[in-house]
């Protein structure tokens, strides 16, 4: 039995509340100081909130590798993400909000510059803003195809998403993209034969689209990656008998909470107003998944000491948060963005797990170097919502 | 997916560097002054290296097992040893330098006394004398068989190697030793219908030797064990998108590094020579597996003294493998060899990783008590590439 049966088969329903903050990209690597983002920071609540709590470090996908945010996002929801898949065109969708239903087919789309034998010349058509993108995009968005609707949305600069919505459609086709200039676009190929007819979509539709960008300066063609149809993950009512909310200010979050079969939230502009949000819908849920941005943001950057003040301005929001009174609180990241790396990385993310039925442990702050002598040890990410699950006594015994 | 799966879709390749130095038998216990040899032994430079790494201990094959060289060396090289398995015979010819091709069917040999009802009155034939055994490997290596070679190969006192080479041949057989005396030789049986054939040729291998070595005293019969096929292992440049060399002074770990697809080169005489010759490779691969025996051999024969200045011996060598300013070093073994065991043992092995992006830990010693507090905590052995792919930054994402 996998960690998802056994939740299925033991999870009962109970009044009892959860709460779940991800900071994205919560850890970090020791900057030129010698401390990281979390050790550089005041973090007061966030320190006694650890040293009331269990404490760990998690690793969300597997020993060395690196999260995108949809495994990180996954695997502390519960879902092995080695098993359940999420398209790039999927997330790509997600991101601008758009509502992907089961059995939509999502690309990833790049506006690109040809000549005139097709060959790419520049893969990003010069970066055209966001703007020209629109028009591109209202040009596209009559093409129609047999038997199916289809979408041509814009993203940022030269990316947009399109999305055909249609009985039968199927994922395993190949990209369009070669991935290098010099090449032509390449045909979509079906990898099994049931997708043969959405490759021929999907042809059918790029051959329109060619037709009307011609003549279109830089953006005269159009490349596919990542197609990719929305991933059938069984909901968190369903597995974990709950009925959860996602609060998030950004859409791709919104959109992994909706994958989990979350009732999702836009949460305002910043971190105080998604927890007020939270309370307003205290009663409505038993399950509260809260996402904090800025951390990730400013590691992306590169920028250390806007990391540790957006870990401050999380820290700020705890005491309203502890002020809801849940019966299980935790705090824990997607992933680890450390500013000196500008990038997400595969450094276990700090973990921690407030709720009356702890083990104690000795960790007094909310570190990485703290967090790895924490009971918890060092725990997969699908490990997360069982062990909130145990706390929050909603898990029957294993056997009699 | 499982961990090789994931390194083939996410490995990349750059310019960086790999060294992992593997000290046979690192490992230790207390001896009676209540030290491990590797707490016994003076080890300024090892040390000093573990404080500027990332430390933990490393468990091979599984909780409890005590692994054989070639399962040690399989798991540090990212293969889970058991999913690929090492023949005895297979690592027989390995550790006596015979190339091994894919195909070629290896069996592990004993010359034993039978009396004339062919009962086995002494499984090693009395411990014949290598001298004894060359002369008999020489009465038998014309022995011929239909549409397959045959080669029959001296190793040490009473064992010898065979191996038969040509199309179709197959393992899946049992062994002719009973493992008791008082009993016959058994005939060689297929475990299933693809390799009667194999095992026909062996029985009449077996007949003809038999035949060869009627009247010879004490060694009138031979046993054979470990019949095996060689693995069929992916290269670590597939998997990993590496150029790996090997640089080993013993055979069988020249052997060992062959199955897993590196280039071997023989290490001369001593570790110093050993990373010598890894100085004029560097410009010629990017991964670079440096094999120190010494230790092990001390600990096999209880010499606790002789194995403490082993690693003294390796610890001489450690500034000239830094002055290669590798982007990742790596320092482990492929199992423990406590003197006062005299044996390979099950206890998890030190484990050092040295590298820019390293999440920092404490550990200030390299010695097994200090290791256990490291960072990486108690990892698999497959788990020790994907940690040195992801610190030199050889590992894309996983997921957007």
């Given at each position: 039995?996998?960690?998802?049966?056994?939740?299925?088969?033991?999870?009962?329903?109970?009044?009892?509340?959860?709460?779940?903050?991800?900071?994205?990209?919560?850890?970090?690597?020791?900057?030129?100081?010698?401390v990281?983002?979390?050790?550089?920071?005041?973090?007061?609540?966030?320190?006694?909130?650890?040293?009331?709590?269990?404490?760990?470090?998690?690793?969300?996908?597997?020993?060395?590798?690196?999260p995108?945010?949809?495994?990180?996002?996954?695997?502390?929801?519960?879902?092995?993400?080695?098993?359940?898949?999420?398209?790039?065109?999927?997330?790509?969708?997600?991101?601008?909000?758009?509502?992907?239903?089961?059995?939509?087919?999502?690309?990833?789309?790049n506006?690109?510059?040809?000549?005139?034998?097709?060959?790419?010349?520049?893969?990003?058509?010069?970066?055209?803003?966001?703007?020209?993108?629109?028009?591109?995009?209202k040009?596209?968005?009559?093409?129609?195809?047999?038997?199916?609707?289809?979408?041509?949305?814009?993203v940022?600069?030269?990316?947009?998403?399109?999305?055909?919505?249609?009985?039968?459609?199927?994922?395993?086709?190949?990209?369009?993209?070669?991935?290098?200039e010099?090449?032509?676009?390449?045909?979509?190929?079906?990898?099994?034969?049931?997708a043969?007819?959405?490759?021929?979509?999907?042809?059918?539709?790029v051959?329109?689209a060619?037709?009307?960008?011609?003549g279109?300066?830089?953006?005269?063609?159009?490349?596919?990656?990542?197609?990719?149809?929305?991933?059938?993950?069984p909901?968190?009512?369903?597995?974990?008998?709950?009925?959860?909310?996602?609060?998030?200010?950004?859409?791709?979050?919104?959109?992994?909470?909706?994958?989990?079969?979350?009732?999702?939230?836009?949460?305002?502009?910043?971190?105080?107003?998604?927890?007020?949000?939270?309370?307003?819908?205290?009663?409505?849920h038993?399950?509260?998944?809260?996402?904090f941005?800025?951390?990730?943001?400013?590691?992306?950057?590169?920028?250390?000491?806007?990391?540790?003040?957006?870990?401050?301005?999380?820290?700020?929001?705890?005491?309203?948060?502890?002020?809801?009174?849940?019966?299980?609180?935790?705090?824990?990241?997607?992933?680890?963005?450390?500013?000196?790396?500008?990038?997400?990385?595969?450094?276990?993310?700090?973990?921690?797990?407030n709720?009356?039925?702890?083990?104690?442990?000795?960790?007094?702050?909310?570190?990485?170097?703290?967090?790895?002598?924490?009971?918890?040890?060092?725990?997969?990410?699908t490990?997360?919502?069982?062990?909130?699950?145990?706390?929050?006594?909603?898990?029957?015994?294993?056997?009699?």
């Open positions: 039995m996998n960690n998802l049966e056994l939740m299925r088969e033991l999870s009962v329903k109970t009044p009892s509340k959860i709460v779940m903050v991800v900071a994205d990209g919560l850890g970090g690597l020791p900057g030129p100081d010698g990281t983002e979390l050790e550089a920071a005041n973090l007061p609540n966030l320190d006694q909130l650890a040293a009331e709590s269990v404490c760990g470090l998690v690793q969300h996908v597997a020993t060395a590798i690196t995108g945010s949809g495994p990180g996002h996954l695997a502390l929801f519960g879902y092995d993400p080695l098993e359940f898949d999420i398209g790039r065109g999927v997330l790509e969708a997600l991101g601008i909000d758009f509502e992907l239903r089961m059995g939509d087919l999502a690309a990833r789309g506006f690109c510059s040809v000549d005139d034998d097709g060959v790419i010349t520049d893969r990003r058509a010069g970066r055209i803003a966001t703007a020209v993108n629109a028009e591109l995009c040009l596209l968005r009559d093409i129609t195809l047999d038997g199916v609707e289809v979408f041509v949305l814009p940022e600069g030269y990316r947009f998403c399109l999305v055909l919505r249609g009985p039968g459609l199927q994922d395993g086709l190949t990209e369009t993209d070669p991935q290098r010099g090449m032509k676009s390449m045909p979509v190929q079906a990898r099994r034969p049931e043969e007819r959405s490759a021929a979509l999907v042809n059918q539709w051959a329109k060619a037709e009307r960008l011609k279109q300066t830089p953006a005269n063609m159009v490349l596919l990656r990542g197609l990719a149809t929305r991933p059938n993950i909901a968190m009512s369903e597995v974990f008998n709950l009925n959860p909310a996602g609060v998030a200010i950004y859409p791709m979050y919104r959109g992994l909470a909706t994958l989990a079969g979350m009732k999702v939230y836009h949460g305002g502009h910043d971190i105080h107003e998604e927890v007020a949000l939270t309370k307003t819908l205290w009663n409505d038993d399950f509260f998944f809260v996402h941005k800025n951390a990730d943001s400013a590691g992306e950057d590169g920028d250390f000491a806007r990391k540790a003040k957006a870990l401050e301005l999380l820290d700020s929001a705890i005491p309203a948060i502890r002020d809801l009174k849940p019966d299980v609180l935790m705090v824990t990241g997607d992933h680890a963005t450390p500013s000196i790396l500008k990038a997400h990385s595969w450094h276990p993310v700090p973990f921690l797990l709720a009356q039925w702890r083990y104690p442990d000795d960790v007094r702050q909310f570190t990485e170097r703290a967090c790895r002598a924490g009971e918890f040890g060092r725990i997969p990410g490990d997360v919502m069982p062990l909130a699950m145990a706390h929050a006594m909603k898990l029957a015994k294993y056997g009699a």
